[in-house]
């Protein structure tokens, strides 16, 4: 059984930091893309940014050149660094990775974390 789970989320206050990370457990043969989305109340969940195997990156317009996606491919693991937090960021964090499994048949399928909360607020 294949699980993503997150850790990292929090309140933190406007201009203040959080780290996330999501770590990819089960029986997997590799990791291609790994992604992060967010969702905040009464609004479609978007896609904040993503980082694909071989390292190269791409992020929302609203949070580039504040936060930075990286990813430790022998811990299976991806972080994303977020700074200058602004209220606007709140809402639920969600890491999805898209995993290649091998049994019963080779396929590529997307797998979605728990979600982890940031808020934030004065």
């Known amino acids: 059984q294949v699980q993503l789970v997150e850790s990292g989320g929090g309140l933190v206050q406007p201009g203040g930091s959080l780290r996330l990370s999501c770590t990819a457990s089960g029986s997997f043969a590799s990791i291609n893309a790994m992604d992060w989305y967010r969702q905040a109340p009464g609004k479609e969940r978007e896609l904040v940014a993503g980082?694909?195997?071989?390292?190269?990156?791409n992020y929302a317009d609203s949070v580039k050149g504040r936060f930075t996606i990286s990813r430790d491919n022998a811990k299976n693991t991806v972080y994303l660094q977020m700074n200058s937090l602004k209220p606007e960021d709140t809402a639920v964090y969600y890491c999805?990775?898209?995993?290649?499994?091998?049994?019963?048949?080779?396929?590529?399928?997307?797998?979605w974390g728990q979600g982890t909360q940031v808020t934030v607020s004065s």
């Open positions: 999805s990775a898209d995993l290649l499994l091998v049994l019963p048949l080779i396929r590529t399928m997307k797998y």
């Open positions: 980082i694909t195997r071989g390292g190269s990156t």
